[in-house]
């Protein structure tokens, strides 16, 4: 039987939207092929969730099952090497470094094997080309176990594109990994025609003329708004020891991405939320700051439709918010924590949570949006033909 084409994520560094590019992918593909066709998995996962049945799989794999409904009765078949906390130090300091990777080898062949009765086969790599090579698996050395051809995401732009094309391509090249073609993200949409007209598909192989088939373009992909962006239920797990206050009905605003993050550090006679706040913001402020806090209650009433984001309150203690401050909050409708952090930490947490988002599983409206952008900017039936569909 001849064995499915296996299609290859990469991307140039973690959080390039990998997840979201076969998310968007399958969705483009099933307008026009059979998804019981389409198989999917995760060679190698870092990033673990435990299912009901207690096995511990790769995240993507789950988010994927939720989303798109492909059939994927066996999720611990469709996450065969899982590098958990641990799992590098022991295959380093160890003895049988070649055993083990010969394992994980075996692992991926067979999770390849369970697909074969499909069309076609996305695996999604992980992190930057280079990562996984602690345990022999780089996504270079997992795109050749699979014989697969990859579709490489890269940052939208024009110079700095270039420049990451020409150490990922380098790369792959030295490993004999086979490149279909690149697909453009998160290009800034005033940007996307200056792209498209620059950075063409022509002018791509003349700068990287040594690939073999020549390389394709499959998209440029605009930035969407609030794509990358966290929710506050996803904020508060940032924060160890945090308390929810209770602020009345907002139980899907838990769920909503937030757009900024707003540090309130004027003095409450100079504090105008006006000029300083804009829906979907998180304001952080001292637990005490209670008056304050009062204004920002008060602007969020007024807003005629989105409201904030949230609000963090820092430096909490048993003492603090006060009464007062918990009377405030009591039916303001915005999802509220309070840390132990001072704002300077928090800020630090915060930081590292919006550079750091992936899709959750409660993520319905993101991932209508990722459909949508799919549908408008990939070229699936081009896509096909390349793949022999």
């Known amino acids: 039987m001849k064995k499915p084409p296996v299609i290859f994520i990469a991307g140039e560094r973690q959080h390039a939207g990998k997840t979201v590019t076969s998310l968007g992918l399958i969705s483009a593909l099933t307008d026009l092929i059979d998804p019981t066709d389409i198989g999917y998995f995760k060679p190698v996962g870092q990033e673990m969730i435990t299912l009901p049945n207690g096995e511990r799989i790769d995240k993507d794999v789950r988010i994927i099952k939720e989303f798109t409904g492909l059939d994927m009765p066996d999720m611990g078949m469709l996450s065969p090497v899982r590098v958990v906390s641990g799992v590098t130090k022991e295959y380093i300091t160890g003895t049988q470094q070649k055993e083990i990777t ?7 062949h067979e ?9 076609l086969i996305i695996a999604e790599g992980t992190g930057h080309p280079g990562v996984g090579s602690v345990v022999g698996l780089a996504n270079s050395r997992v795109a050749n176990l699979l014989d697969a051809r990859i579709l490489y995401l890269v940052g939208g732009g024009i110079g700095r594109t270039v420049d990451e094309l020409e150490v990922d391509l380098s790369y792959f090249s030295h490993h004999h990994s086979r490149v279909a073609g690149v697909l453009f993200n998160k290009v800034l949409p005033d940007k996307l025609d200056m792209m498209k007209e620059i950075l063409t598909e022509k002018a791509l192989n003349r ?3 040594e690939w073999d088939p020549a390389l394709k373009i499959f998209g440029y992909m605009p930035q969407v708004k609030y794509l990358n962006n966290p929710s506050m239920h996803l904020i508060s797990h940032s924060f160890r020891d945090h308390r929810t206050m209770k602020c009345g009905r907002c139980a899907s605003a838990w769920h909503l991405p937030c757009r900024k993050v707003k540090i309130i550090s004027q003095d409450y006679e100079f504090f105008n939320p006006d000029v ?8 952080v402020l001292g637990a005490s700051s209670q008056r304050r806090l009062s204004k920002i209650v ?7 439709g989105e409201k904030l984001g949230g609000v963090i309150l820092t430096c ?5 918010p ?13 999802p509220v924590i309070a840390v132990k952090q001072d704002t300077a930490e928090s800020d630090a947490l915060l930081y590292k949570c919006f550079n750091n ?3 959750q599983l409660y993520d319905k409206m993101k991932h209508q949006l990722i459909v949508d952008l799919f549908r408008e900017h990939f070229d699936a039936k081009r896509f096909i033909r390349t793949f022999g569909l």
Do not use: W
Not at 102 to 108: A, G, M, T, V, W
Not at 276 to 283: G, K
């Open 276 to 283: 300083s706040l804009r829906p979907r913001d998180i304001a």
């Open 298 to 304: 008060e602007f969020n009433n007024r807003l005629p």
């Open 316 to 320: 909490a203690t048993d003492d603090m």
């Open 102 to 108: 010969q394992r994980f080898e075996k692992s991926i």
């Open 207 to 209: 700068i990287f003329p």
């Open 111 to 119: 999770t390849l094997e369970s697909l074969s009765g499909k069309k």
């Open 357 to 359: 988002t992936k899709l």
């Open 322 to 334: 006060n009464e007062k401050t918990i009377s405030t909050l009591a039916s303001c409708g915005l």
